[in-house]
C-alpha cells in the first residue's frame, strides 16, 4: 500500500503545481515530463515486467494519434470519444503483433526487429493511404473548450496527461502483486521454467502487449491533440519508439518509478542541450545516443538500481 500511497502523493504534488506555477515554459517542460513518463511505462509494461524487448513502440502511439485524428477530421467525432476506440485499436494492433510473434516464438533481438518492422511498415502505410493525409498529415481542428479535448491553457492538458500517468503507474503497480505480474514476471526470468510450473506463457505475454499498445496509444492521443498536427514521420518514426525505451533504461527497468525518474533526466538533459547546442540539432540525439551506450555498458540496472544499492 505504500507504493499506492506515493502515486497518491505524486498526483497531488502534480496537480498542484499550476497553483504555484504560471510560467508556461515550466508547465511545458511539467507536460512533456509526464508525457515522456507515459510513454516509457507502455515500454516497460512489456519490456521490464515481460522481458520483450520492443524497437517500434511507435506503432503502437502513431495508431493511436491517428486514430484520434482520422475520426475527428473525416467523421467527426468527439475528440474524448476518440480515447476509447484509440485505446482498443491500440491493444488490438499490440494483440495482432504479438499473435504473429509469440505464436512462433520470436523473443530477443527477432521480436525487436519484428517490431522495428512493422513501425516501419505502418509508416509507409500512413504516407501514401489518402484519408490518413498521406505525407502531408492531418491537423486536428481546432475546437476549443474542454468538452472537446482542447484547453485555453496548458494546465487542462496537465491534468489530462497526469491522469494518463497516474493511470499507467497503478497498472503498473497492479503488475507487481497480482498473480497475472506474477506470472509475466516468470515468463521474464525463464520462459521454460514458466512454462513447466503451467503458467500459459503465450496469453500471458499477448496479454502484456495488449496492455502496453493501448497505454502507448493514449499517448499518441495526447500527442494529436496537443500539438493539434501528426504526420507519418511523426506517429510511426524511430524517434518515438527510442524515446519510449530511454526512460525505463536510464531510471530503471522493471520498476514502478524509473519510467518516470527517467522522463525527468531526459526532459531536463533534452532541456540544457538545446539551449546550449541551439545551432547544432543534431547534438542532442548524439548525447542521447551516448548516454543510452553509457547506461547499458556501466549502469545497466539504471540510475534507481543505483540507488537503491547505495541505500
Same mark, same amino acid.
Given at each position: 500500500?505504500?507504493?499506492?500511497?506515493?502515486?497518491?502523493?505524486?498526483?497531488?504534488?502534480?496537480?498542484?503545481?499550476?497553483?504555484?506555477?504560471?510560467?508556461?515554459?515550466?508547465?511545458?517542460?511539467?507536460?512533456?515530463?509526464?508525457?515522456?513518463?507515459?510513454?516509457?511505462?507502455?515500454?516497460?509494461?512489456?519490456?521490464?515486467?515481460?522481458?520483450?524487448?520492443?524497437?517500434?513502440?511507435?506503432?503502437?502511439?502513431?495508431?493511436?494519434?491517428?486514430?484520434?485524428?482520422?475520426?475527428?477530421?473525416?467523421?467527426?467525432?468527439? *475528440?474524448?470519444?476518440?480515447?476509447?476506440?484509440?485505446?482498443?485499436?491500440?491493444?488490438?494492433?499490440?494483440?495482432?503483433?504479438?499473435?504473429?510473434?509469440?505464436?512462433?516464438?520470436?523473443?530477443?533481438?527477432?521480436?525487436?526487429?519484428?517490431?522495428?518492422?512493422? *513501425?516501419?511498415?505502418?509508416?509507409?502505410?500512413?504516407?501514401?493511404?489518402?484519408?490518413?493525409?498521406?505525407?502531408?498529415?492531418?491537423?486536428?481542428?481546432?475546437?476549443?473548450? *474542454?468538452?472537446?479535448?482542447?484547453?485555453?491553457?496548458?494546465?487542462?492538458?496537465?491534468?489530462?496527461?497526469?491522469?494518463?500517468?497516474?493511470?499507467?503507474?497503478?497498472?503498473?503497480?497492479?503488475?507487481?502483486?497480482?498473480?497475472?505480474?506474477?506470472?509475466?514476471?516468470?515468463?521474464?526470468?525463464?520462459?521454460?521454467?514458466?512454462?513447466?510450473?503451467?503458467?500459459?506463457?503465450?496469453?500471458?505475454?499477448?496479454?502484456?502487449?495488449?496492455?502496453?499498445?493501448?497505454?502507448?496509444?493514449?499517448?499518441?492521443?495526447?500527442?494529436?491533440?496537443?500539438?493539434?498536427?501528426?504526420?507519418?514521420?511523426?506517429?510511426?518514426?524511430?524517434?518515438?519508439?527510442?524515446?519510449?525505451?530511454?526512460?525505463?533504461?536510464?531510471?530503471?527497468?522493471?520498476?514502478?518509478?524509473?519510467?518516470?525518474?527517467?522522463?525527468?533526466?531526459?526532459?531536463?538533459?533534452?532541456?540544457?542541450?538545446?539551449?546550449?547546442?541551439?545551432?547544432?540539432?543534431?547534438?542532442?540525439?548524439?548525447?542521447?545516443?551516448?548516454?543510452?551506450?553509457?547506461?547499458?555498458?556501466?549502469?545497466?540496472?539504471?540510475?534507481?538500481?543505483?540507488?537503491?544499492?547505495?541505500?
Amino acid at each position: 500500500m505504500r507504493q499506492l500511497a506515493a502515486i497518491a502523493v505524486f498526483a497531488v504534488a502534480a496537480a498542484v503545481l499550476p497553483l504555484f506555477i504560471t510560467s508556461g515554459v515550466v508547465l511545458n517542460t511539467a507536460i512533456m515530463i509526464l508525457y515522456t513518463a507515459l510513454l516509457g511505462l507502455a515500454w516497460n509494461i512489456l519490456a521490464g515486467f515481460g522481458g520483450q524487448f520492443s524497437f517500434g513502440h511507435a506503432v503502437f502511439f502513431g495508431t493511436g494519434a491517428y486514430a484520434a485524428a482520422v475520426l475527428q477530421a473525416k467523421l467527426g467525432w468527439n *475528440a474524448w470519444a476518440t480515447l476509447p476506440a484509440a485505446l482498443l485499436l491500440g491493444a488490438a494492433v499490440g494483440a495482432f503483433i504479438g499473435a504473429l510473434s509469440f505464436r512462433y516464438g520470436l523473443r530477443g533481438s527477432y521480436f525487436a526487429l519484428v517490431t522495428l518492422a512493422f *513501425a516501419e511498415v505502418f509508416r509507409i502505410l500512413a504516407n501514401n493511404v489518402t484519408f490518413t493525409g498521406a505525407g502531408v498529415g492531418i491537423m486536428v481542428k481546432l475546437k476549443s473548450g *474542454a468538452e472537446n479535448f482542447q484547453f485555453a491553457t496548458k494546465t487542462g492538458y496537465l491534468y489530462v496527461i497526469l491522469v494518463f500517468v497516474v493511470a499507467g503507474l497503478v497498472l503498473c503497480w497492479w503488475l507487481k502483486n497480482s498473480r497475472y505480474g506474477a506470472w509475466l514476471q516468470a515468463v521474464r526470468d525463464n520462459e521454460e521454467s514458466a512454462a513447466a510450473l503451467g503458467v500459459n506463457v503465450f496469453r500471458v505475454k499477448l496479454g502484456a502487449i495488449a496492455l502496453s499498445g493501448a497505454l502507448m496509444a493514449a499517448g499518441g492521443v495526447f500527442y494529436a491533440q496537443y500539438f493539434q498536427y501528426i504526420d507519418p514521420g511523426l506517429a510511426y518514426g524511430p524517434g518515438v519508439s527510442i524515446e519510449a525505451l530511454l526512460g525505463p533504461i536510464v531510471g530503471g527497468l522493471g520498476t514502478l518509478w524509473g519510467p518516470v525518474l527517467g522522463a525527468v533526466l531526459l526532459q531536463l538533459l533534452g532541456e540544457g542541450t538545446r539551449g546550449l547546442f541551439a545551432n547544432a540539432p543534431g547534438v542532442s540525439l548524439m548525447l542521447y545516443g551516448a548516454l543510452l551506450v553509457l547506461m547499458v555498458t556501466f549502469m545497466p540496472s539504471g540510475v534507481l538500481g543505483v540507488l537503491r544499492r547505495r541505500a
